[in-house]
């Protein structure tokens, strides 16, 4: 008898599963729940910044590199010294900067949305590494479109909702 | 065209082998049928693993998906191997998808809607579900690589140890209506179900039957995570569709005889048609199918070969036995 009991079992717990509630999000439109102490985009606090240049040796893949800083990109009350510039395309987000240096002036933070269309645009100067990051927008739902072309503009979309209201 | 080119086409039309052929259980039957139950199987199961499954596709719940997915198959290359044996890799995937069709034909969904009536419809549908390994080792040979042909040797494997059982506790189906024309089967379930009746046969077929459409858990020789896609592994694009089209008609096809055999066919309450108490019968039997997908995992392939040898074979056995003290003991369950 618990030879059933143990082959129906999973059978019963599969039905009762599908209707519980969905454990998954639907990413882009919903937002991701994301702890505040996760190993995402880290931030530079310039102030608290020592220069020291632990958090370059330490990185295990050469991200970080030590950069001149002029006055004029945002840090006229800190002195002129070499703070850190991170390249997050090299970037393993080991947090090994994060832990070693001796000054807390590095922190991770929540972000990890970080694709961009240029490579270049992944390498973040100090001045650009110091900035708060805000929590993204979420993507509005796509919204069906029909397609357009025009002598003048060429190819461009119109809304479909309101061919439907003139019908 | 003359008018009786128009009146020939105007018979044909209204002709009922063409209704059969081209509707049920013909071309659009076997398509939905896909069609749904490629979406049905990726949603329950999606449900089952607390997930949403296909969602944007089609504006409820992404029902359009398979027919995308099936667009998607239509563009794109297949790339078959070099040293494959190109004849058969290429007319494989034809006949997959064509010859368990011929198991549709032997089935009756109302007591004057069958394709071929035959007095040796059971016969018939098994001849086709035998055809079936001999094609899987067609194409796993003609690939010419190792996944395939392991794939393949699993195949006729599983479907000799499959397939005795099923055909075996069959036989007390047959004893019972002393028929093999399906018509007969169900017209001599009017008072009781055979599964009722017979419930260790009808279980040794429902199991052995999940052997023999290779479907979860004894999908073993298209085992994803150990074979790459098992006798399958080498097709790409709309071949790979076919081999999917070939599998869900086995599916259709094996869930339709359990219905016929076991559960009462096309019989039902009348304020429904006989065509579809036999279509919801199978909806249920799919859905249980697909749910058992869901909860239970893979066998390994000499656990299968343990069961279905030292426990199916020996209780088909039994059942014919015990089937055959019945009709002895007790004639009144014949009906007579």
């Not at chain 2, 029902?63 to 563009?75: P, R, S, V, Y």
Request: one cysteine or more; a positive charge; glycine letters at 6%.
């Amino acid at each position: 008898m618990s030879v059933v009991v143990r082959t129906l079992k999973p059978l019963c717990l599969a039905f009762t599963h599908m209707f519980r509630r969905v454990f998954t999000i639907k990413y882009p439109f919903q937002a991701p729940v994301i702890e505040d102490d996760y190993r995402g985009r880290i931030q530079f606090f310039p102030e608290r910044c020592i220069s020291c240049g632990i958090c370059e040796s330490v990185c295990p893949t050469a991200a970080i590199k030590l950069v001149e800083v002029k006055e004029l990109e945002g840090f006229s009350e800190v002195k002129k010294f070499k703070k850190p510039q991170l390249d997050f395309g090299r970037c393993c987000f080991c947090n090994f900067c994060v832990d070693y240096c001796p000054s807390e002036a590095l922190k991770s933070t929540w972000l990890v949305e970080l694709a961009e269309y240029e490579k270049s645009k992944l390498t973040y100067t100090p001045y650009k590494l110091s900035k708060q990051p805000e929590r993204p927008k979420l993507l509005p739902k796509p919204k069906l479109v029909k397609l357009e072309i025009s002598k003048v503009r060429g190819a461009g979309h119109a809304p479909l909702k309101k061919e439907r209201g003139k019908k | 065209m003359s008018p009786d080119l128009w009146s020939l086409i105007w018979d044909i039309l209204q002709s009922k082998l063409f209704l059969e052929l081209v509707f049920i259980p013909g071309i659009a039957f076997i398509a939905l049928f896909t069609v749904i139950v490629v979406w049905a199987e990726r949603k329950i199961l999606a449900r089952v693993m607390m997930r949403y499954g296909p969602l944007h596709v089609g504006k409820v719940a992404g029902i359009l998906q398979t027919i995308a997915d099936t667009l998607k198959l239509l563009f794109k290359e297949f790339i078959p191997p070099r040293r494959a044996h190109k004849a058969a890799y290429y007319l494989t995937p034809v006949f997959v998808a064509s010859v368990p069709t011929l198991a549709l034909t032997a089935i009756p969904f109302s007591k004057d809607w069958v394709v071929f009536p035959s007095d040796l419809g059971l016969l018939i549908a098994f001849a086709v579900f035998a055809l079936s390994p001999l094609l899987a080792m067609i194409t796993g040979w003609a690939c010419n690589n190792r996944y395939t042909v392991i794939g393949s040797l699993r195949v006729i494997f599983q479907d000799v140890a499959a397939e005795i059982p099923l055909l075996l506790s069959a036989l007390g189906v047959v004893m019972l209506s002393g028929s093999f024309n399906l018509v007969n089967i169900v017209e001599s379930q009017r008072r009781l179900w055979f599964a009722f009746l017979q419930p260790l046969g009808a279980l040794v077929f429902f199991i052995a039957l999940i052997g023999e459409i290779e479907r979860v858990p004894f999908d073993i020789p298209t085992a994803e995570q150990e074979l790459v896609f098992g006798w399958k592994t080498e097709y790409g694009g709309i071949l790979f569709g076919l081999l999917m089209f070939g599998e869900y008609i086995t599916f259709a096809a094996g869930t339709l005889l359990f219905v016929t055999l076991y559960l009462g066919g096309y019989l039902g309450p009348s304020f429904l048609p006989p065509m579809a108490w036999i279509l919801i019968k199978m909806g249920i039997l799919v859905f249980l199918l697909i749910l058992i997908r869901g909860a239970y995992p893979r066998l390994r392939i000499d656990q299968l070969l343990s069961i279905g040898w030292k426990w199916l074979i020996p209780l088909a056995i039994l059942n014919v036995l015990v089937t055959m003290d019945l009709i002895y003991f007790y004639p009144w369950i014949l009906g007579g």
